[in-house]
Structure formats: structure tokens, C-alpha cells
């Protein structure tokens, strides 16, 4: 691998799972293309106890990773352990940098998910009020230790705000990752704290809403991810690519970081070094030096 500097280095993926199986058979090809990016940070989330010592052993063998610890909305159903609060604190305390996520809502599986999506083999799809149970006590912890939160929501922006009007976030703000909700909530959540990433998946032609969200959210507010090995960009945009998953779906590589970036710069009118800048001012002071 590339020896990496992180003095050269620019680019920040504010939002991947790295611990995934299904990047586990590529991981060394992945982590070859950090420093030639210049990708200085990485943020990877853990989603279910399970995962959690992979995400540790990922920031432990590499300082660009910053760790993320928490459940998943999807991941709601199979937690068995009673004690998984208390493991998720202890955790957080083993590396300085470490953050709170994924967490979140998701009214997509219950409500609009196909019964056969593979994404979704032998999962528990929760309901909301499961969801909720869990979420609360994680945006609580992270608020009670200000660390960053990061939350996933779907289909389900209306309860988020509700939840997020009568219950405190940490001081230092949240971010909404891959955010798809509606224009109109952006001055209210980022008048929460609120930071929003930006996915390469949303460079499709079909994804209107979320370039115009985009367009108006406050410069001091924008993050970019790449969600690999989920979200994959369009074809024409897909700057490293990997093989297909085994049940066939494309699997996102953690380098298109960087057409994300470009992208994002396109959609906004901004030279690219300065859309570059500003993120990395942001995700330093969201996420910590």
C-alpha cells in the first residue's frame, strides 16, 4: 500500500461501512487507492454489536479511519443482548475520534421494501415505535457525551423531527447522512446542528429532488460519503469498481469518493479546490482533528 500522509490529504468520506462483508475480499485493493486520492478520513459505521469489533480492528490498522459505533434502524429487530447500551458506551471509549453510528429511522422497510429484497434476507423488519426505542437512547448518549451522531432516515422525516424537537442533540450537531428529505426541513434541522452528506448516488438523473436540495443547503453544512459498499453512482460517474456482490448487486467502491466531490462541485457552480476546502473545515470541526 501507498504510504499515507495525512499533511497531502484532502478528501473525507463522512459516511461507509468498511467492515462489510462485501468489501472484506477487496479491502486491500480499497485501502491501495487512500493515499493516491489523498482521502484523509474516513468515517466507518458500524451497524449492530456484531460489527462493531470489525469497525475497531479496521481504526486500528488504518489512522484514516475514524470509527462509528451504533444500530442500525434495519438492525433494530435482531438485537438479543440486553447490555448492547452499555457495550456501545464502553466502545466509544476505546479511541479518541470515535463517533456514534449509524443511527436513525426507517419507514422504507415496513412500508414500501419488496418482500424478497436481498438486502434484507432474514431480517426483522422493525416497526417504528421498535426503531424508535432504540434510536432514542443513542442520539441521548451521544448528547449527554457531545460526540457526533450520525443518522440514517427514510421515509420517516416527519417523526425525525419530532423526535429531534422534543429530545436534546449533541452540541456539536448531527448529520443527516445521504440526506433525501424535503428542501423546505433544512433551515429548521440545520438550526438544530444539523450537517448534511452528500452521495454519489444522487449524480442520477433521476435523482432531481435531492440535486436541488443540494443546491440550497448552507455551505458550513455540507459533507460528502460514499455509503460503500451501498449506493452505487451511475455507471458514467464510477471512477474505481468493483466486482458484483453474490446475489448481484453492484457493490460501491469507497474511491469514488472523489466523483462524488466532482459532482457535488458541478451540481453547486463551485470550483472543485474550494467546494474540497470547505469540507474538509467541516467535517474537521463536526467530526473532530
Known amino acids: 500500500m501507498s504510504e499515507w500522509t495525512p499533511n497531502a490529504a484532502m478528501l473525507y468520506d463522512a459516511h461507509n461501512h468498511l467492515q462489510d462483508e462485501w468489501l472484506a475480499p477487496h479491502l486491500e485493493r480499497i485501502t491501495s487507492v487512500v493515499a493516491e486520492l489523498g482521502i484523509a478520513g474516513m468515517v466507518v459505521n458500524g451497524t449492530h454489536p456484531d460489527d462493531w469489533p470489525r469497525v475497531e480492528t479496521l481504526a486500528t490498522r488504518f489512522p484514516w479511519v475514524r470509527p462509528a459505533y451504533g444500530v442500525h434502524p434495519w438492525d433494530v429487530g435482531s438485537l438479543r443482548d440486553d447490555t448492547w447500551l452499555e457495550q456501545l458506551e464502553s466502545r466509544l471509549a476505546t479511541h479518541p475520534l470515535a463517533s456514534v453510528g449509524e443511527i436513525g429511522l426507517d419507514r422504507w422497510i415496513i412500508d414500501s421494501a419488496r418482500p424478497d429484497d436481498p438486502r434484507l434476507t432474514g431480517l426483522h423488519r422493525a416497526t417504528l415505535d421498535e426503531q424508535k426505542a432504540v434510536f432514542l437512547p443513542q442520539l441521548a448518549l451521544a448528547a449527554r457525551l457531545n460526540l457526533p451522531v450520525t443518522i440514517h432516515c427514510l421515509q420517516a422525516f416527519g417523526a425525525l423531527d419530532e423526535l429531534l424537537h422534543e429530545h436534546p442533540a449533541p452540541e456539536r450537531g448531527f448529520l443527516l447522512h445521504a440526506y433525501g428529505g424535503p428542501a423546505e426541513l433544512v433551515p429548521r434541522l440545520a438550526a438544530r ?28 453544512r455540507l459533507l ?35 466523483a462524488a466531490y466532482a459532482g457535488l462541485a458541478s451540481l453547486r457552480g463551485v470550483p472543485l479546490h474550494k467546494l474540497t476546502t470547505q469540507i474538509a473545515d467541516n467535517f474537521t470541526r463536526f467530526f473532530g482533528r
Open 193 to 220: 446542528g444539523a450537517y448534511f452528506s452528500f452521495n454519489g448516488n444522487f449524480l442520477d438523473p433521476r435523482k432531481t429532488k435531492q440535486q436541488d436540495v443540494f443546491k440550497q443547503i448552507p455551505a458550513d
Open 224 to 258: 460528502v460519503e460514499t455509503d460503500a459498499p451501498a449506493m452505487s453512482l451511475p455507471q458514467s460517474w464510477r471512477t474505481h469498481k468493483l466486482p458484483s456482490s453474490p446475489n448481484g448487486s453492484a457493490v460501491n467502491h469507497p474511491g469514488n469518493l472523489d
